[in-house]
């Protein structure tokens, strides 16, 4: 999978970034009257990452469920660039190394203000110049953020990701899977219990739809190596953003 537009070629780096241990330009802003902000606790990024908005806090929990995603971090650097001839800065607000070792710039904006000229046309200008430099620059709206059940199935499934898991679960699983279709109410009838089984989805040992809800007959299967290659969100790219 790729996030790259048809109407720039990005190229993607040789060897893998180490996002993680990078720090963020600037400090999250503090809260204030109006306003919540706050940390996702993230197990692929191996700590907390800082969310402004609501949508942002959306966007870490599909960031840390998406297979193609490999790292990902908040506020990655200033990014100098030109638009109607006058230079300007801009900070993304995330940034992503996906699986295939392209490096992905994200801004997180509510799609009325997207659909501003203005602003398209500045985003327009940044994803140019991003493109330049190797970097894939994209957009995620509300649209993009609430697809199905994906907010809820995550805010479910999360608590349980850094839990311990029994050394032979794994191999267990694949043996149930291998013989027969499996759904969670099959799994609760062997007499597994939630914590296990949100446990293994939060962790990767199993699959289901994050888009649908989580339910008895949730079908579940095992992660395979070729799953890591299908991201669960899309993107909005230049010179259009639709």
Same mark, same amino acid.
């Given at each position: 999978m790729s996030l790259k537009t048809d109407i720039y070629t990005v190229k993607t780096h040789k060897e893998k970034i180490n996002i993680v241990n990078k720090k963020r330009v600037r400090q999250p802003v503090t809260?204030? @009257?109006g306003r919540v902000v706050g940390y996702f606790p993230s197990v692929k990024s191996n700590k907390p990452v800082a969310w402004e908005s609501q949508m942002e806090l959306k966007a870490c929990r599909i960031f840390e469920y998406c297979p193609t995603v490999h790292s990902y971090r908040e506020q990655p650097e200033i990014v100098h660039? @030109?638009?109607?001839g006058v230079g300007r800065k801009y900070i993304p607000d995330f940034e992503l190394m996906l699986i295939n070792n392209e490096q992905v710039f994200i801004e997180i904006k509510p799609k009325r203000v997207l659909d501003k000229s203005e602003e398209k046309g500045r985003f327009v200008a940044i994803s140019k110049h991003l493109n330049e430099k190797g970097i894939a620059f994209a957009v995620m709206t509300e649209e993009e953020l609430n697809t199905g059940d994906i907010q809820d199935n995550i805010k479910l499934i999360?608590?349980?990701a850094a839990q311990d898991m029994n050394v032979g679960i794994e191999k267990y699983f694949k043996e149930l899977c291998s013989k027969n279709e499996m759904t969670i109410g099959d799994f609760i009838e062997l007499g597994l219990t939630l914590k296990t089984i949100y446990?293994?989805?939060?962790?990767?040992?199993l699959k289901i739809d994050l888009n649908k809800k989580i339910s008895r007959k949730t079908s579940v299967l095992i992660n395979k190596e070729t799953?890591?290659?299908n991201s669960i969100?899309?993107?909005?790219f230049a010179p259009d953003f639709k």
């Amino acid at each position: 999978m790729s996030l790259k537009t048809d109407i720039y070629t990005v190229k993607t780096h040789k060897e893998k970034i180490n996002i993680v241990n990078k720090k963020r330009v600037r400090q999250p802003v503090t809260p204030s @009257k109006g306003r919540v902000v706050g940390y996702f606790p993230s197990v692929k990024s191996n700590k907390p990452v800082a969310w402004e908005s609501q949508m942002e806090l959306k966007a870490c929990r599909i960031f840390e469920y998406c297979p193609t995603v490999h790292s990902y971090r908040e506020q990655p650097e200033i990014v100098h660039y @030109k638009f109607n001839g006058v230079g300007r800065k801009y900070i993304p607000d995330f940034e992503l190394m996906l699986i295939n070792n392209e490096q992905v710039f994200i801004e997180i904006k509510p799609k009325r203000v997207l659909d501003k000229s203005e602003e398209k046309g500045r985003f327009v200008a940044i994803s140019k110049h991003l493109n330049e430099k190797g970097i894939a620059f994209a957009v995620m709206t509300e649209e993009e953020l609430n697809t199905g059940d994906i907010q809820d199935n995550i805010k479910l499934i999360h608590p349980y990701a850094a839990q311990d898991m029994n050394v032979g679960i794994e191999k267990y699983f694949k043996e149930l899977c291998s013989k027969n279709e499996m759904t969670i109410g099959d799994f609760i009838e062997l007499g597994l219990t939630l914590k296990t089984i949100y446990s293994s989805i939060a962790q990767g040992f199993l699959k289901i739809d994050l888009n649908k809800k989580i339910s008895r007959k949730t079908s579940v299967l095992i992660n395979k190596e070729t799953d890591h290659e299908n991201s669960i969100f899309s993107c909005r790219f230049a010179p259009d953003f639709k």
